[in-house]
């Protein structure tokens, strides 16, 4: 199967930059940083594929960032780019997979939206049964707990009690949650999830 030959990227002015940010936009949600991060790394890639000397490559690299900056800082002025209201909703998706707050936050910094993590995380678990009802989610996806085979050896239960640490729920948590009856498990995963 022969490849098609690459066609040099067109010179990332401000107004091509604005097209490629509403066109990840369109398709995924982002922080400023994370939508900034990819017209940086189109920039890098015309940057790489242009064939220019090396001091105009500079020029016109710092240039393309210079208005790679304004577009974005355009888009979060017009309310396009939101990180509280990314954050908020990625926090409310990730808590209802089973992802515990302190992963939830590695995760809102990885994206760029650290800085508002705190308020989403609030959000996401508002009281101790939404961190159990998280926690008997992880639970229910390892078969481990009220999922997993009834009366495990004690080895079985230390190794469900560090799985569920190591997804940065807290001791108390994961007791609580591997000593759930099943039916009651069930019942406040369905009232977390409502």
Not at 95 to 100: E, K, V, W
């Amino acid at each position: 199967m022969s490849r098609r030959p690459r066609t040099p990227h067109q010179y990332p002015t401000e107004a091509v930059l604005r097209e490629a940010a509403l066109a990840h936009l369109a398709r995924f949600s982002a922080t400023r940083a994370g939508l900034l991060r990819v017209l940086t790394n189109r920039i890098a890639r015309w940057a790489r594929d242009a064939d220019l000397a090396a001091e105009d490559r500079a020029t016109a690299i710092t240039t393309a960032r210079a208005a790679a900056e304004a577009v974005v800082d355009r888009l979060v002025a017009v309310g396009a780019v939101d990180d509280a209201a990314f954050a908020q909703a990625r926090a409310r998706r990730l808590a209802r997979a089973g992802r515990s707050a302190p992963a939830i936050a590695a995760h809102l910094a990885g994206k760029g939206a650290g800085d508002v993590a705190g308020e989403a995380i609030d959000a996401a678990f508002p009281d101790r049964d939404a961190q159990l009802a998280t926690a008997l989610i992880a639970a229910r996806k390892r078969r481990i707990g009220p999922y997993g085979p009834p009366d495990p050896p004690p080895e079985a239960r230390l190794k469900a009690l560090a799985a569920l640490a190591r997804a940065g729920f807290s001791r108390a948590i994961a007791e609580a949650a591997l000593a759930m009856d099943p039916d009651e498990a069930e019942a406040r995963i369905a009232a977390f999830r409502r």
